[in-house]
C-alpha cells in the first residue's frame, strides 16, 4: 500500500527515516482496533513521549490523524474512480462504518462524501457551488 499523507523533509526532533517508515507500516497493517502510540513507539525504540512529538515533527500531525488523513485519501480516490457505495469505501479504507467516514469527511472537507462525489463528477469545486448557493 503506498504511503499517503502529511510528510515533511526530517526537521529537529523528526523520527529517523527508518523510524518513520516502521511506524507508516505499522499504522497502516493496523485494523480497526488501532496500534497504539506505546506500541509505535516500542518497534522504534523510543519512548511514546518521544515519539509523539518525533512523529508529529516528521509528518506535521500526531499518528492518529495522519491515519485518518490517509485513510480519507483512500476514501476519496475510491469515490472518484467508481460507484463503490460509501459503506463499502469506508470499510475498505479502514473506517469503522459509513457514518465514521461522513463525520471524518465533513470536518474535513466541510461537505458529506456524497455531496463531495456528486460536485466532482460534475466538474464543480465546493467555492463554486456554495457562490452558486449565495446568489
Keep these: 500500500m503506498q504511503m499517503r499523507g502529511p510528510v515533511r523533509n526530517r526537521s529537529p526532533g523528526a523520527l529517523a527515516p527508518w523510524q518513520l517508515r516502521r511506524a507508516i507500516l505499522l499504522l497502516l497493517a493496523a ?3 488501532g496500534c497504539s502510540v506505546a506500541s509505535l513507539a516500542r518497534a522504534c525504540g523510543l519512548s511514546a513521549s ?16 495522519w491515519l485518518l488523513l ?40 466541510g461537505c458529506s462524501p456524497a455531496a463531495w462525489r456528486r460536485q466532482q463528477r460534475a466538474g464543480v469545486s465546493a ?9
Design 31 to 33: 485494523t480497526a482496533s
Design 50 to 65: 518521544h515519539f509523539a512529538h518525533g512523529f508529529k515533527a516528521a509528518t506535521g500531525v500526531p499518528p492518529h490523524r
Design 70 to 109: 490517509h485513510r480519507l485519501a483512500c476514501a476519496r480516490d475510491m469515490m472518484l474512480a467508481g460507484t463503490e457505495s460509501l459503506s463499502s469505501i469506508a470499510v475498505s479504507c479502514g473506517f469503522s462504518d459509513q457514518s465514521h467516514l461522513t463525520r471524518v469527511f465533513r470536518s474535513e472537507m
Design 127 to 135: 467555492r463554486e457551488l456554495a457562490d452558486l448557493s449565495l446568489e
